[in-house]
T-cell receptor, first 114, second 109 residues
């Protein structure tokens, strides 16, 4: 009965590889997000989707491509991984991107690029 | 772009001491949220403040939103070891929620 789930929890890969992280929420929320948390704990939004439509796209390299097949899923594909991509990636969802937009975070995916 | 400045970056306290973290924005916020992230965990929503000058309490935690809606604080009275973690504020600018850098709290027993 997990609200926001992500897979995998850990991802260790070589530079140059392509990898994907999957996210699913069963809360019936309309909006989903990807955040990146670096080693200093700084939490930065990357993308936001509302009902499968991209609404926030921060300054993120175009090697990162989000995909939302339906409003319950938001996946993140990363091409040509670099050392600097190592971080914890959190998926989150919220009911509404307006005032009532409490973020419900997934458990995170720790990506390590060697 | 919009930024929410949060201080201090770290705070080590003795169990039983109080703790406060502060957030400041150069522009007016629509609202501000607070989250707690335990070590190894994910951020968990604590509270949202919307009104100018609003004060809310959750047991030993007191949250304030400034009159100008540009600053906020979280105060913990008599810290316990269960309070350890990183506390984030997140300010809303239009349709975007911007997180502060977080304050890492360590509690020595």
């Amino acid at each position: 009965d997990t609200a926001v789930s992500q897979t995998p929890k850990y991802l260790v890969t070589q530079m140059g590889n392509d990898k994907s992280i999957k996210c699913e929420q069963n809360l019936g929320h309309d909006t989903m997000y990807w955040y990146k948390q670096d080693s200093k704990k700084f939490l930065k939004i990357m993308f936001s989707y509302n009902n499968k439509e991209l609404i926030i796209n921060e300054t993120v390299p175009n090697r990162f491509s989000p995909k939302s097949p339906d409003k319950a899923h938001l996946n993140l594909h990363i091409n040509s991984l670099e050392l600097g991509d190592s971080a914890v990636y959190f998926c989150a969802s919220s009911y509404d991107r307006g005032r009532a937009d409490t973020q419900y975070f997934g458990p995170g995916t720790r990506l390590t690029v060697l | 772009g919009q930024q929410v400045m949060q201080i201090p970056q770290y705070q080590h306290v003795q169990e039983g001491e109080d703790f406060t973290t502060y957030c400041n924005s150069s522009t007016t916020l629509s609202n501000i949220q607070w989250y707690k992230q335990r070590p190894g965990g994910h951020p968990v929503f604590l509270i949202q403040l919307v009104k100018s000058g609003e004060v809310k309490k959750q047991k030993r935690l007191t949250f304030q939103f400034g009159e100008a809606k540009k600053n906020s604080s979280l105060h913990i009275t008599a810290t316990q070891t269960t309070d350890v973690g990183t506390y984030f504020c997140a300010g809303r600018y239009g349709n975007k929620l911007v997180f502060g850098a977080g304050t890492i709290l360590r509690v020595k027993s």
